[in-house]
């Protein structure tokens, strides 16, 4: 199923893909927003089952409320140049959960999770246990907030649940907000940075830009993992959608150039 310049709003949940492991799931340049602040539990804007694989780009989501943003149980997962940000008024759990494992890559991506989230966790991978015959984790270029008091996590994997062989790389990714990014996680960890609220050109107005007198321009290098280029191609674009750009060898970490 291909779904693009599609709107789901105030649902109770927002798409729902149950499990059927053949199946596909492409979105593009969608918005997932605004759940309901109802009794009935966990209303996640997405949530694929159990199927072959979910690509999401240039989309946002944002306004959870208690449920995740994004739920995944796919085999492959495949999430580049979004908007995850929930914002002032949202409350969702988890920004991303990958609940079974599988092969997992955000690229790209601004990942926010507000101040009054239920769950200190931004990214969840393997929490009910490992349901693919593979399983690792790819983080490359995506810039992290949190924006509560309480120390968050921004990167979780349960490593008992998961098989032993098991990996988390990440790489020039930006961490905006008290927390822990890639403790405990097997894998490598190259080029990624703290920086404050400040740092951004424009966060009230969901500019994530790094600004223009930042010491991080060109400080990494275009990363890659066993001979697969990670780096991105593109960029979110507001209000929806993605750009293409021509990326230079040379690069600032998170989620703009």
Not at 33 to 40: H, L, R, S, T
Not at 125 to 135: F, H, K, L, R, T
Not at 144 to 151: A, E, H, R, T
Request: proline fraction near 6%; glycine fraction near 10%; charged fraction near 15%.
């Amino acid at each position: 199923m291909h779904i693009s310049n599609c709107v789901f709003r105030d649902n109770q949940m927002g798409l729902l893909a149950s499990n059927t492991e053949t199946a596909e799931l492409i979105i593009e340049n969608s918005l997932f927003a605004e759940a309901p602040n109802q009794d009935q539990p966990l209303p996640h804007l997405l949530y694929a089952g159990r199927i072959a694989s979910l690509k999401i780009s240039g989309s946002r989501f944002h306004s959870g409320h208690v449920g995740h943003l994004i739920k995944s149980r796919a085999r492959e997962t495949d999430i580049r140049y979004n908007l995850i940000f929930d914002g002032p008024t949202g409350m969702a759990s988890y920004e991303v959960d990958l609940p079974n494992g599988g092969q997992a890559t955000l690229i790209g991506n601004v990942i926010g999770q507000s101040a009054a989230t239920s769950n200190p966790v931004l990214v969840a991978y393997g929490a009910e246990g490992n349901a693919w015959p593979s399983s690792s984790l790819v983080l490359s270029h995506n810039t992290f907030i949190s924006d509560g008091f309480k120390p968050a996590w921004f990167v979780r994997a349960w490593r008992k649940r998961l098989p032993a062989g098991f990996r988390v790389h990440t790489f020039n990714n930006l961490v905006s907000g008290v927390g822990l990014f890639d403790y405990g996680l097997p894998g490598i960890h190259q080029g990624n940075y703290p920086v404050w609220s400040g740092a951004f050109a424009g966060k009230d107005v969901l500019n994530f830009r790094l600004n223009s007198l930042s010491w991080l321009r060109g400080i990494v290098r275009r990363p890659s993992i066993e001979g697969l280029d990670i780096g991105p191609t593109a960029q979110f674009s507001l209000p929806i959608g993605s750009s293409k750009r021509s990326i230079p060898e040379r690069l600032m970490p998170g989620a703009f150039q």
